[in-house]
């Protein structure tokens, strides 16, 4: 059964720093992987989708990354700012299957 | 495009009562399906949808049924409530299968099982 991991499950950080949240995942075959951000009570905003043949992805100051065989997805933002304050969830499409499986997120929170 | 819509945003129901939670979409989405969001479980899939006429369970089916009669419309249908199904429901679609499309999220139904 494919089992998503987000480590850490919170992280503050002074403004303008550069942080790396980190997704992993213990079946490697997958079709992709999806970023996506939640704002409290708010649904939820695909941040960048990365096919399983392509290693990274780039929108703005945000930059994910795939390592299918060690099973490591890693989101990298730039210059922190306080609306990048939200809940970062991290999921993998299933290979062989049309499931969507999600880790639990990781809350960021951006100080000014 | 309106996008993904979800109707109601808030409901309260009381045990044993059935509701249906709406979901649609304008973008001519084959695949469609339903989550819930529970603290501490992040979100599971109920039951989803790859074309109209076609349905199949997710993690946690028991306790909702789901039809598909048209490429739009995705309704959830919680047969007899149960405070266990308290939680926060959402509604997504793409255009196929997952190999290579995003997912694309409503709002969420906020619903509380008394």
Redesign the interface.
């Known amino acids: 059964k494919q089992e998503v991991t987000q480590i850490p499950a919170a992280l503050s950080v002074p403004e303008g720093e550069n942080l790396v949240l980190n997704c992993s995942f213990t079946d490697s075959a997958i ?2 992987l ?1 970023w ?1 951000r939640q704002d409290p009570g ?5 941040l960048l ?1 990365i ?1 399983s043949s392509q290693r990274e992805q780039t929108s703005g100051r945000l930059n994910a990354s795939l390592d299918k065989s060690s099973g490591r997805s890693t989101l990298y933002i730039a210059a922190s700012q306080p609306g990048d304050s939200a809940t970062y ?1 991290c ?1 993998v ?1 299933e290979g062989g299957s ?8 990781t809350k960021l929170t951006v100080n000014p | 495009n309106a996008g993904v819509t979800q109707t109601p945003k808030f409901q309260v129901l009381k045990t044993g009562q059935s509701m249906t939670l709406q979901c649609a979409q304008d973008m001519n989405h084959e695949y469609m399906s339903w989550y819930r969001q529970d603290p501490g479980m992040g979100l599971r899939l109920i039951h989803y949808s790859v074309g109209a006429g076609i349905t199949d369970q997710g993690e946690v089916p028991n306790g909702y049924n789901v039809s598909r009669s048209t490429t739009e419309d995705f309704p959830l249908r919680l047969l007899s409530a149960a405070p266990s199904q308290t939680s926060v429901y959402f509604c997504a679609s793409s255009t196929g299968g997952g190999i290579t499309y995003e997912q694309y999220f409503g709002p969420g139904t906020r619903l509380t099982v008394t």
Do not use: C, D, H, R
């Open positions: 079709y992709n999806q996506f708010k649904g939820l905003t695909s989708l096919q969830l999921a499409w049309e499931k969507l499986v999600f880790g639990k997120g």
